[in-house]
T-cell receptor
């Protein structure tokens, strides 16, 4: 069965510091991979996604993620964190074709706190 | 600029009561979803509707029913609420069912069952 693990429940970084949020998945083949962000009291917003090709994916708000097949990982990074990045971050996987059901499996989420 | 709209935003129910969460999208999307979010468990899919007139169970469908009223609207009903259904519920939509389609989420509905 598919699963997604985000090992870090809570991370605190200083403003201006770099950030890496970890995501590991379990799936028989290469799934579609996503990172979402949820600000307090808000719905989820897509940051970036990976389907195939270049393993380094650029997203919105200065985020990027790297797919590493050998490690079954899709870690999210940002070179310099801003206070507005404080939020909860979710990694998710979806089945590639032919299983085009649009369903996603989410990780448990990582809460990011940014210190001034 | 509405996107996905859910109502109500907050609700407190007594055990055994019923209620319906309403969801509407104005993006002409074909597919709609209901997820629940619980602490430490991420989001889990309850039901989805690949297109108007179809609905399918997701990961955690027990205790829920859904209706795809038309292309715009997808409601979630709790027939007899239980404390285990205390959660934040998110409606979402996408143009198609393929995972290449971006899924857009509503702002959530906080439900407490006492």
């Amino acid at each position: 069965a598919q699963s997604v693990t985000q090992p870090d429940i809570h991370i605190t970084v200083s403003e201006g510091a770099s950030l890496e949020l970890r995501c590991n998945y379990s799936y028989g083949a290469t799934p579609y991979l996503f990172w979402y962000v949820q600000s307090p009291g808000q719905g989820l917003q897509l940051l970036l996604k990976y389907f195939s090709g270049d393993t380094l994916v650029q997203g919105i708000k200065g985020f990027e993620a790297e797919f590493k097949r050998s490690q079954s990982s899709f870690n999210l990074r940002k070179p310099s964190v801003h206070w507005s990045d404080a939020a909860e971050y979710f990694c998710a996987v979806g089945r590639p074709p032919p299983s085009n059901t649009g369903k996603l499996i989410f990780g448990q989420g990582t809460t990011l706190q940014v210190k001034p | 600029n509405a996107g996905v709209t859910q109502t109500p935003k907050f609700q407190v129910l007594k055990t055994g009561q019923s209620m319906t969460l309403q969801c509407a999208q104005d993006m002409n999307h074909n597919s709609m979803y209901w997820y629940r979010q619980d602490p430490g468990m991420g989001l889990r899919l309850i039901y989805y509707s690949a297109s108007e007139g179809t609905t399918d169970k997701g990961e955690v469908p027990n205790g829920y029913n859904v209706s795809r009223l038309n292309k715009r609207e997808f409601s979630l009903r709790l027939e007899s609420a239980a404390p285990s259904q205390t959660s934040v519920y998110f409606c979402a939509s996408s143009l198609g069912t393929g995972n290449r389609n971006t899924i857009y989420f509503g702002e959530g509905s906080w439900l407490t069952v006492v």
